[in-house]
């Protein structure tokens, strides 16, 4: 079906005014939502993190962005590890969705972080923003820079 190009598009500040007119009881509940959310995110983090550990992922650090839609954002530095913890991680993460999809993605960007070669800097840790679709960001520090 064809878009009706008779009806003009909103604009970006359009958007945002028609957000600020909701009624309170609906930011109340898009604010429950988000903290509904937000536990259950930290919930499946939280029960991932010894398997991560045992696949060779341990937690430097993570954030928590609290916004309509929280966010969690957690470091992890790669270790060398064998495969059979890789397979046993993989078998204790299978009820656990956004765990799985954790060290899926983990070990995807180890691959391709493992053959990138920068004179003078390394692999500083893999940043990956939980939740079901994860994503991850490779961070490269120079080696004479301080942590």
């Known amino acids: 079906m064809p878009k009706d190009e008779s009806k003009p598009r909103k604009t970006l500040v359009e958007h ?5 007119a909701l009624p ?14 937000l ?3 930290m919930a499946a983090f939280l029960g991932a993190l010894p398997a991560l550990r045992q696949a060779g992922y ?19 530095m790669p270790a060398l590890t064998d495969e059979e913890s890789v397979v046993a991680a993989r078998e204790a993460l299978k009820d656990n969705k956004i765990g799985a999809s954790m060290l899926s993605v983990l070990r995807r960007a180890n691959d391709v ?12 840790h893999l940043e990956i923003d939980v ?7 490779l961070r490269y520090r120079a080696d004479d820079a301080k942590t």
């Open 24 to 37: 309170s009881e609906k930011f109340a509940e898009l604010k429950q939502f988000g903290a509904d959310k």
């Open 39 to 41: 536990q259950e995110t």
């Open 58 to 76: 341990a937690l430097r650090e993570f954030e928590i962005e609290l916004a309509l839609t929280p966010k969690v954002t957690a470091h992890f």
């Open 131 to 137: 939740g079901l679709l994860p994503a991850v960001r």
């Open 16 to 20: 945002a005014k028609g957000v600020a």
């Open 113 to 124: 972080h493992r053959p990138i070669k920068m004179p003078g800097f390394s692999c500083a």
